[in-house]
T-cell receptor, first 110, second 112 residues
C-alpha cells in the first residue's frame, strides 16, 4: 500500500519538553511538508522540503525544527520554544502539484 | 498577491441542495486550482482540480467553475448528501512550484 504514515496519532507533552512527530512516505515523492491546523482554522505551513538534505521555513517555523536525511522521512520536532503547540499536525508529500496527506498527529500540551 | 480568499466560512444546506463555495485569487500566474475535502480528525484529500485552460470540470456530483477574467473559481456539489458534510479547502499554485497557497476553509453541513 502506498501512502503517508504519521505517528503517533495522539501525543501529550509536558511544558518544557521537546517532542518529535514522525512522518514517512512510500510514494517516492521528492517534496514533503508539515502543516499545523488549529480548531476551525485552515492549514498553516511550518516547513517544507523539496529534496533530501534541504528544507525551507514556512509561515510559522518559529519553535519547530525538521530534518530530511532520507527521501522517505521528514520528522518534525516541536521544541520548548513553541509557546502554544497544542494543535493538529499534518504531514504531506507531493511529486508535483497534488499533495497527499497523512492522517495527522494531535498534540496536546499538559 | 499570494493570498487565496475563500467564502463563506460556514454553510448549512438541506439534503439535495447545491452548496456553492467560492474562492478568489490575485496572482495571475497561478495555473493549478485544487479543492480538498477534510473530515474531522482526518487529513485533507484531493477532491477535484482544474487548470485555467478550461472553464468547468465535473467529477461525479462535484463541479469546479473557473472564471479566469474575474480570478475566481468555485465548487458546486450537486444533490448534496449528509455524507458530504466536511470542511472544504480551495488552493492555488504555480506548476513550477511545489507549494500550495490555501484558502481558509469552509465548514459545510448538509442537513438530512
Amino acid at each position: 500500500d502506498g501512502g503517508i504514515t504519521q505517528s503517533p496519532k495522539y501525543l501529550f507533552r509536558k511544558e518544557g519538553q521537546n517532542v518529535t512527530l514522525s512522518c514517512e512516505q512510500n510514494l517516492n515523492h521528492d517534496a514533503m511538508y508539515w502543516y499545523r491546523q488549529d480548531p476551525g482554522q485552515g492549514l498553516r505551513l511550518i516547513y517544507y522540503s523539496q529534496i533530501v538534505n534541504d528544507f525551507q521555513k514556512g509561515d510559522i517555523a518559529e519553535g519547530y525544527s525538521v530534518s530530511r536525511e532520507k527521501k522517505e522521512s521528514f520528522p518534525l520536532t516541536v521544541t520548548s520554544a513553541q509557546k502554544n503547540p497544542t494543535a493538529f499536525y499534518l504531514c504531506a508529500s507531493s511529486s508535483r502539484t497534488e499533495q497527499f496527506f497523512g492522517p495527522g498527529t494531535r498534540l496536546t500540551v499538559l | 498577491q499570494q493570498q487565496v480568499k475563500q467564502s463563506p466560512q460556514s454553510l448549512i444546506v438541506q439534503k439535495g441542495g447545491i452548496p456553492i463555495i467560492n474562492c478568489a485569487y490575485e496572482n495571475t500566474a497561478f495555473d493549478y486550482f485544487p479543492w480538498y475535502q477534510q473530515f474531522p480528525g482526518k487529513g485533507p484529500a484531493l477532491l477535484i482540480a482544474i487548470r485555467p485552460d478550461v472553464s468547468e470540470k465535473k467529477e461525479g456530483r462535484f463541479t469546479i467553475s473557473f472564471n479566469k477574467s474575474a480570478k475566481q473559481f468555485s465548487l458546486h456539489i450537486m444533490d448534496s448528501q449528509p455524507g458530504d458534510s466536511a470542511t472544504y479547502f480551495c488552493a492555488a499554485s504555480l506548476d513550477s512550484n511545489y507549494q500550495l497557497i490555501w484558502g481558509a476553509g469552509t465548514k459545510l453541513i448538509i442537513k438530512p
